[in-house]
């Protein structure tokens, strides 16, 4: 399976992205799929998770209410609506599949990556 995400850019403060991330190869929709951000000089960190199915959705406290994912999958691909955005927010954005039905919050829940896409919210 290969990731390729899109969508990053530069935005002001308030302002809304919407990032995709779309799956290639040998996909597998019985898992899960999930989002993280990595900001300059820190770790990478979970942003938001989907479940095989879409039903299941989770988010990283700071982000519930502003981002939201989805998945279309005859599309293979993962959606990450970003609205309401803050300069903290400024980090590339990774999106990968999960070994798991249910998405986890941990970088090690996840076994393949794409190679991230850069968003800059300035203020």
């Known amino acids: 399976v290969q990731l390729q995400a899109s969508g990053g850019g530069l935005v002001q403060a308030g302002g809304s992205l919407r990032l995709s991330c779309k799956a290639s190869g040998r996909t597998n929709s019985n898992n899960a799929m999930g989002w993280f951000h990595q900001a300059p000089g820190k770790e990478r960190e979970f942003a938001a998770a989907?479940?095989?199915?879409?039903?299941?959705?989770n988010y990283a406290e700071s982000l519930k209410g502003r981002f939201t994912i989805s998945r279309d999958y005859a599309k293979n691909t993962v959606y990450l609506q970003m609205d309401s955005l803050k300069p903290e927010d400024t980090a590339v954005y990774y999106c990968?599949?999960?070994?798991?039905?249910?998405?986890?919050?941990?970088?090690?829940?996840?076994?393949?990556w794409g190679h991230g896409t850069l968003v800059t919210v300035s203020s």
């Open positions: 989907i479940s095989w199915n879409g039903i299941y959705t």
């Open positions: 990968a599949v999960s070994r798991f039905s249910v998405g986890g919050t941990s970088v090690r829940d996840y076994t393949v």
